[in-house]
């Protein structure tokens, strides 16, 4: 691999110098809980749509993307264009209820939905998800690119300095910094993301002809058979849809641009927004990938397939602006992870237990919170390397923990009958089946795709909650308001805009075209 120059270096220490005054210039506002955890709930489209995408598509993703499709094929861009569909599904049935519930956390509405206890049980997997999962995956994914092109530098001291400097930004300004650096870093990320992707194209003469005439076809399927080791068809109808739902609609630091937003309208035009942009990584990131098998054909890990791109393929100056943009999507998630991780430690375990006090001490707890749990996540995230590589590992944990979540949640915005306890038994029932089947899947294997076993640990918590429901019939309270959250969670298009609705027209269209184009 070639190394960095002078110049490239140069634009990389640019992009910190800006990405550290714009997030240094939040903290001149007042320092409340509100402040600091929605941004004043003051966001526009714009805003929650571009942060919503930057925030997702971190380093993990522009590592594990390009990886996962050049190990087993661009079926991985599924969970990319599921996560328009979600989006919209998203803004027609939990975009009502959170606007009016106003609420801070989702752990919050599993509270007033059902009791105290669902919403720290859902706090704490929250929590858990985040810290092992988003904060220390991206960690390790910046960690990596570092070490890829300043040979010598240890993965546990990048880790902890990538770590602390995003956690300061984000303790001193809390969500608006986080928004603000994102549209910076959705800017640099695009535009670094597609020059790379132009660059990897040429080397096929801008013809896609020879792309599918030099890559092998199973690398350039999204449709894979049932067998298929990246992700079969049938995991596809089942498994992705549901871990989609889970990070776009119940995942904390995803949700709180949604929570920021100024009212539902705003809020629904953001999340139209970045469905579209979720279009485009399939073709700035896993097709790439793909191209990459027949350029760089031995590779000694997928994961080095985008640094390697980079290396080979982008000359002085854009280097550093891609690497830039890979800096970018990691602080991006990392600072998002973060202020989310604070929030919900703050507002769902300290405040209930100290309601006394002030906003301004609310928000300090919410500080110190952002530190440790950097500190923390820095810990765990060379351990990741230890993992078959990091984009299974990520998709993995989310199909095992999450899809119970999702099953109790959509029961609790669909069943009115459905009472606190047996919601909390079945939710405690379908964990208990995950954790069984994630150690026989991680030791002797299942015979099946972890997103299969998604779909199944999602049917197995809805039947259990129905058997809880049977027999605490008549015997369960439910929250106060729990009929308010379920009318309001019914289907309708009312509080849409109609640009809104013009651009989900939009996003199903292409979604279409491209599945019948890369079926």
Wanted: charged fraction near 10%.
């Amino acid at each position: 691999m070639g190394q960095l120059t002078a110049i490239d270096y140069a634009v990389i220490a640019a992009y910190f110098v800006l990405t550290a005054i714009i997030g240094f210039s939040a903290t001149r506002r007042r320092a409340t809980s509100d402040e600091l955890f929605l941004a004043g709930r003051s966001l526009g489209p714009i805003a929650v749509g571009v942060s919503l995408f930057a925030s997702n598509i971190s380093s993990d993703t522009l590592i594990g993307l390009p990886g996962a499709a050049y190990a087993t094929g661009i079926s991985a861009a599924n969970y990319e264009w599921m996560a328009g569909l979600v989006l919209i599904l998203s803004a027609v049935f939990v975009l009502p209820v959170l606007m009016r519930t106003r609420i801070a956390t989702m752990p919050e509405l599993m509270g007033r939905r059902f009791d105290a206890r669902l919403r720290t049980y859902l706090s704490a997997v929250t929590l858990f998800l985040s810290l092992v999962l988003d904060t220390a995956g991206t960690l390790y994914a910046g960690g990596l690119i570092v070490t890829t092109f300043v040979p010598g530098m240890e993965m546990w001291a990048v880790c902890l300095g990538i770590a602390l400097f995003t956690a300061l930004y984000t303790a001193c300004g809390g969500l608006r910094a986080a928004v603000y650096t994102d549209l910076l870093q959705g800017t640099v990320l695009l535009v670094g993301a597609a020059a790379l992707s132009l660059l990897v194209f040429a080397q096929f003469d801008y013809s896609w002809a020879n792309v599918t005439a030099q890559v092998a076809p199973e690398k350039l399927s999204l449709v894979r058979p049932l067998d298929d080791p990246g992700l079969p068809w049938l995991g596809l109808v089942t498994g992705v849809p549901i871990v989609g739902f889970y990070y776009w609609s119940m995942n904390q630091y995803v949700v709180q641009r949604v929570l920021a937003a100024r009212d539902v309208e705003a809020a629904s035009r953001g999340a139209v927004i970045a469905a579209l942009l979720k279009l485009l990584p399939i073709f700035l990131m896993t097709i790439p990938g793909a191209m990459a098998t027949v350029l760089l054909p031995d590779l000694p890990h997928a994961d080095q397939a985008f640094p390697a791109m980079v290396t080979t393929f982008a000359p002085v100056g854009l280097a550093g602006l891609i690497i830039a943009g890979l800096v970018a999507a990691l602080m991006s998630t990392i600072s998002s992870t973060l202020n989310s991780s604070a929030t919900l430690l703050t507002l769902d375990f300290v405040q209930p237990r100290r309601p006394h006090w002030s906003p301004r001490q609310l928000a300090w707890t919410g500080r110190i919170a952002t530190v440790c749990i950097a500190l923390l996540a820095a810990a765990w995230a060379p351990m990741i390397q230890h993992f078959s590589g990091l984009w299974a590992y990520l998709q993995q944990v989310f199909a095992f923990v999450a899809s119970p979540l999702v099953a109790t949640f959509l029961m609790g915005l669909w069943v009115r009958r459905l009472g606190a306890s047996a919601a909390l038994r079945g939710l405690a029932c379908g964990h208990a089946l995950s954790a069984v089947l994630f150690v026989v899947y991680e030791t002797v294997g299942l015979g099946i795709h972890f997103s299969i076993v998604g779909g199944v640990l999602f049917a197995a918590t809805v039947a259990f909650t129905g058997l809880w429901m049977w027999r605490l019939q008549g015997r369960d309270a439910r929250g106060v308001e729990a009929d308010a959250i379920v009318t309001t969670a019914r289907p309708t298009l009312a509080h849409l805009p109609r640009d809104a609705i013009v651009g989900i027209a939009l996003v199903l269209g292409l979604t279409a075209t491209i599945l019948i184009v890369l079926r």
